[in-house]
């Protein structure tokens, strides 16, 4: 993954994964900057911290929430004097479930999956393993899957015994992180480290910062929902 798209796209710093901290737009989501005079197409990684932050963070939402609340759409583009059309895939996230404040909640109509998609902007994916963690009064976990990102640059041989406040500190993301440790109950292990292009392999499992009120909707919501037969679909 080349630096550009390893950088956030509101800061510019380097952006490590972090479940419920961090996110990505790939290429493929064919995402608009509808803030910009030229709609260009958005790739690259992004701080949750910065998008909330943003002045743009509503012109980002529309977009993003057009793409996770559809099932595709056509768009239309100029390149080198010629219109192009494209289709733009959707998440299908189309089933409205909840509008607060903070936040809003749809279901996927073909899995058991739901968005919960911030008025701010960032976003979590839950499936019924997390629901159900939220139905009993425990927070939702992150699956820990392994990442695998090229560092900005060499940390040297400490990083397979660092913390992950120590990789933080080492990134100079202690800052934009800040008390995510404590908050997220985080459990980083470190995987593997190739040198000479700086690939770092870990896990890391945190429980997401959801917002109060779709917390307190889902625990009830747990206990009326029917999960999706797939015989019928």
């Known amino acids: 993954m080349s630096r550009e798209l390893t950088s956030c796209l509101f800061c510019g710093q380097f952006v490590l994964q972090i479940p419920g901290w961090t996110s990505s737009i790939p290429s493929y989501r064919l995402m608009r900057a509808a803030w910009e005079p030229q709609h260009r197409f958005v790739?690259?990684?992004?701080?949750?911290?910065?998008?909330?932050?943003s002045d743009v963070r509503h012109e980002f939402r529309s977009e993003f929430h057009s793409i996770a609340t559809g099932h595709g759409r056509e768009i239309t583009f100029e390149s080198a004097g010629q219109e192009h059309t494209l289709?733009?895939?959707?998440?299908?996230?189309?089933?409205?479930?909840?509008?607060?404040?903070q936040c809003e909640i749809y279901r996927?109509?073909?899995?058991?999956?739901?968005?919960?998609?911030?008025?701010?902007?960032?976003?979590?994916?839950?499936?019924?393993?997390?629901?159900?963690?939220?139905?009993?009064?425990?927070?939702?976990?992150?699956?820990?899957?392994?990442?695998?990102?090229?560092?900005p640059k060499d940390p040297g041989p400490e990083l397979a015994s660092a913390s992950l406040s120590e990789l933080l500190e080492y990134l100079r993301l202690d800052a934009v992180h800040k008390g995510l440790?404590?908050?997220?109950?985080?459990?980083?292990?470190?995987?593997?480290?190739?040198?000479?292009?700086?690939?770092?392999?870990?896990?890391?499992?945190?429980s997401l910062p959801l917002p109060r009120e779709a917390v307190e909707f889902l625990k009830d919501y747990l206990h009326r929902y029917e999960p999706i037969n797939f015989d019928e679909l």
């Open 108 to 151: 996927s109509e073909v899995t058991d999956s739901w968005l919960v998609l911030e008025q701010a902007g960032p976003w979590f994916l839950l499936d019924a393993n997390q629901l159900k963690e939220i139905g009993e009064g425990r927070p939702a976990r992150s699956g820990g899957d392994v990442e695998r990102i090229a560092l």
């Open 87 to 101: 289709e733009q895939p959707g998440l299908g996230y189309t089933k409205s479930l909840f509008t607060g404040t």
């Open 181 to 206: 440790e404590d908050e997220a109950e985080a459990e980083y292990e470190f995987w593997d480290y190739y040198a000479p292009k700086r690939i770092l392999e870990y896990s890391l499992e945190t």
């Open 43 to 53: 790739e690259g990684s992004l701080h949750f911290s910065c998008l909330r932050r």
